[in-house]
């Protein structure tokens, strides 16, 4: 089955930037969705087919996606940007969604 | 205004069964593919399964195949997940989540807020 692999965690300074790799074979040739989760709260949708944003979700949130690497890079980082976030893609090969492991971006 | 409203967790012992539900308001049901992803204790997200809109086509995770059904009510606007043979690493929070599309494959562009399953004896 197709896997995602994520860094458990990743801190960044407020003001700064911070990205997330969502590695996998071949990604760049799957569409690549990326969700964010604070405790105690359902997932939140930031970046869909690798680059899109939702209504709402702030231009500081970008995605990109090549080779076999995905990257969430958010610009100008806030304290409520703290959370869960986690890369998701449809496996054709198999008909399932996948998640990778999660990444707890922590804002120092 | 999309809304999930998942419901029927609780404390269920291992091998036994438990049906949960996701009432659904805001969108026209019928037109979307809906799914079941689960989140253990602190740990992340896992995809459960997968029914399209018109009900007639499913998936599943290999982690609960045989076990677990997924079924829809379009007429109710609902979406079901029974849940049999249950075991202890199904203790989760199972979230519904709508898909972009009626045949699913997408991302997942509204959720519920969770109902948690847990199995213990």
């Known amino acids: 089955s197709y896997v995602l692999t994520q860094p458990p965690s990743v801190s960044v300074a407020p003001g700064k930037t911070g990205s997330i790799t969502c590695g996998g074979d071949n990604i760049g040739t799957k569409s690549v969705h990326w969700y964010q989760q604070k405790p105690g709260q359902a997932p939140l949708l930031v970046i869909y087919?690798?680059?899109d944003r939702p209504s709402g979700i702030p231009e500081r949130f970008s995605g990109s996606n090549s080779g076999n690497t995905a990257i969430l890079t958010i610009s100008r980082v806030e304290a409520g940007d703290e959370a869960d976030y986690y890369c998701?893609?449809?496996?054709?090969?198999?008909?399932?969604?996948?998640f990778g492991g999660g990444t707890k971006l922590t804002v120092l | 205004e999309v809304q999930l409203l998942e419901s029927g967790g609780g404390l269920i012992q291992p091998g036994g069964s438990l049906r949960l539900s996701c009432e659904a308001s805001g969108f026209t049901f019928s037109s979307y593919a809906m799914n079941w992803v689960r989140q253990a204790p602190g740990k992340g997200l896992e995809w459960v399964s997968l029914i399209c809109g018109g009900g007639g086509c499913t998936s599943y995770a290999d982690s609960v195949k045989g076990r677990f059904t997924i079924s829809r009510d379009n007429s109710k606007n609902t979406l079901f997940l029974q849940m049999n043979s249950l075991r202890a690493e199904d203790t989760a929070v199972y979230y519904c989540?709508?898909?972009?599309?009626?045949?699913?494959?997408?991302?997942?562009?509204?959720w519920g807020q969770g109902t948690l399953v847990t199995v213990s004896s």
């Open positions: 989540a709508k898909d972009l599309t009626v045949g699913g494959g997408d991302w997942f562009d509204s």
């Open positions: 087919y690798d680059t």
């Open positions: 998701q893609v449809w496996d054709s090969s198999s008909d399932h969604s996948v």
